[in-house]
């Protein structure tokens, strides 16, 4: 039987630099994956309910509603939110297919990366272009 | 010789965590393609159609279903946000205390808009 090693862990070397480092493009999809969550979380997931419920209440607050969305402001917020939910969704998407083992080489890894970035965009660009 | 303390706010259940934000993602991307697919099919969604809609039983339930999906993933991923970058205890509790308070809360909100209306 071993004896377990109970001696604290060698300091590691630390290269933390964020403005140095360079994030491979599989990297970047999955900061994005975690920043879009946090927006979503924060910011669009009490807005959503808000609009929700205005949208149910009555015809009136309805309209008044997609009256105040009009506003090229809350559009571009807007379009911030959908560009957040599309990222999550398609990154979400590849990490079910890569826990099953779908793509999970470095190779087309990398290639799905730079899919859910380059999808999520033009996805984004096209609701953009429907709601202005 | 110092032992190394159980940690307050870790992560104590890995698996069932992973597997549940897996799950309940899968319950959000259903229901998102399904709102689309109606936004799509009616070529838009007017007061009468949206209102309808939500006046439907199983529409209520599923949008219930859908907010306690969200909630629990979001629970999942805030956490590993907070135990990732917020080291010292306390103030991860409290993120974390009150992280889990606003779900809680949107949960509430949610009843109170499917089910409150006159």
């Known amino acids: 039987m071993s004896v377990p090693d109970n001696s604290p862990p060698k300091p590691r070397p630390m290269y933390l630099n964020l403005v140095a480092i360079r994030l491979p493009i599989a990297g970047i999809a999955s900061i994005f994956h975690r920043v879009s969550g946090a927006v979503l979380f924060l910011f669009a997931l009490p807005l959503l309910l808000l609009t929700v419920q205005a949208s149910l209440a009555s015809p009136e607050s309805f309209a008044a509603l997609k009256a105040a969305l009009a506003h090229p402001l809350a559009k571009l917020v807007t379009i911030g939110f959908v560009w957040a939910y599309l990222h999550h969704f398609c990154a979400g998407i590849r990490y079910l297919l890569i826990d099953l083992h779908v793509g999970d080489d470095l190779a087309p890894a990398q290639r799905s990366g730079a899919a859910v970035i380059a999808v999520s965009l033009a996805l984004t660009l096209i609701a953009g272009v429907r709601l202005w | 010789m110092t032992r190394t303390l ?113």
């Open chain 2, 6 to 118: 159980r940690q307050a706010v870790g992560a104590h259940y890995g698996w069932r965590d992973w597997l549940a934000q897996r799950v309940t993602a899968v319950v959000m991307a259903a229901y998102t393609v399904v709102v689309l697919g109606i936004a799509l099919w009616n070529g838009g969604i007017d007061y009468a159609l949206w209102k309808a809609l939500f006046a439907s039983g199983v529409w209520k339930v599923a949008t219930f279903v859908f907010m306690l999906a969200l909630a629990w993933h979001a629970w999942i991923g805030v956490r590993d946000i907070w135990m990732d970058y917020i080291k010292p205890v306390g103030v991860r509790l409290t993120l974390e205390v009150l992280s889990i308070l606003a779900l809680a809360a949107y949960i509430g909100w949610t009843i109170q808009i499917l089910w409150g209306g006159k």
